[in-house]
């Protein structure tokens, strides 16, 4: 089964959303501010895509840091972080079950599906 995951109000999720809607593929969403994220999850994300992909360095909840967070960030902390503020993950992120992919553009998911 096909999961997107991000949370509901971020224009890039909903640019995700209605682009697989469009197509008529089928998925499951998952609001990880609502249902929230396994530790387990995201390390498998880390491993998989590494922890600056997965940082989004451009949204507010990365700009509300303490400057000093921001500067220390490692692989250690990053994981901390985003678990406990998962707006801090970039998204959405699309898992296929054999890959995941972070961001959305519609010439990505038409190469995907």
Not at 7 to 17: G, Q
Not at 26 to 40: C, I, M, T, V
Not at 93 to 110: A, K, M
Request: proline share 4%; glycine share 6%.
């Amino acid at each position: 089964m096909i999961t997107l995951y991000g949370i509901p109000n971020c224009d890039t999720v909903r640019k995700a959303r209605r682009w697989l809607d469009a197509q008529d593929i089928n998925y499951q969403f998952h609001d990880f501010r609502k249902e929230g994220l396994q530790a387990s999850l995201l390390q498998e994300w880390e491993a998989e895509l590494g922890w600056e992909t997965l940082i989004n360095r451009r949204g507010m909840s990365w700009r509300k840091l303490p400057e000093q967070t921001r500067k220390e960030i490692d692989q250690s902390s990053a994981i901390q972080l985003m678990l406990e503020n998962p707006t801090l993950i970039k998204r959405p992120i699309l898992d296929l079950g054999n890959s995941r992919h972070v961001g959305f553009s519609e010439t990505q998911y038409q190469e995907l599906f």
